[in-house]
């Protein structure tokens, strides 16, 4: 909402711009104008201002969605790989592999492993997308000299 001291400054300047015109002097009109324009600009700052606010809250609680949502798919990964590394314990157990199945029976191993080959798959994907970019910015840049280049012979 505007700040009541930006509404009053407006009134005023409209004042004299009305007092201006009405009287013939040219440079109150003006300065009315003036203060009107200046009052009006401040108002529209604080409206993008409080507007800016409004998306910055409504991200921050996308974020926290988001944040709910990858933990509890975090929390269903785990409990799924908690269970398969349960099963393979079991079946090593049944094949007589005793050393197997006491590695396999610490889950942390297993989630670990998993987690490590998740988190080096998303580094070598956004790697790969990153160079990526730079090699088509480089090209429209080689693109670019080239042409001007046969445009100057």
């Known amino acids: 909402m505007a700040d009541l001291g930006d509404k009053a400054q407006e009134a005023v300047g409209r004042a004299k711009e009305a007092a201006g015109d009405l009287t013939g002097n040219d440079d109150l009109a003006a300065e009315g104008a003036a203060d009107t324009a200046e009052a009006k600009i401040k108002q529209g700052a604080d409206a993008v ?3 800016v606010e409004d998306v910055k809250q409504s991200v921050g609680e996308a974020v926290g ?7 509890e798919a975090v929390g269903d990964a785990k409990h799924q790989l908690s269970g398969l590394a349960d099963d393979t314990a079991d079946a090593a157990r049944q094949l007589h592999l005793d050393e197997a199945a006491s590695t396999l029976g610490d889950k942390r191993v297993v989630v670990g492993a998993v987690a490590a080959a998740v988190l080096l798959a998303v580094v070598v994907r956004r790697r790969r997308q990153a160079t990526n970019g730079r090699r ?4 429209r840049v080689a693109k670019a000299g080239i042409g001007r280049a046969l445009t100057r012979c």
């Open 49 to 51: 201002a409080e507007k």
């Open 65 to 71: 969605d988001v944040k709910q949502s990858v933990g």
């Open 136 to 139: 088509s910015a480089a090209k």
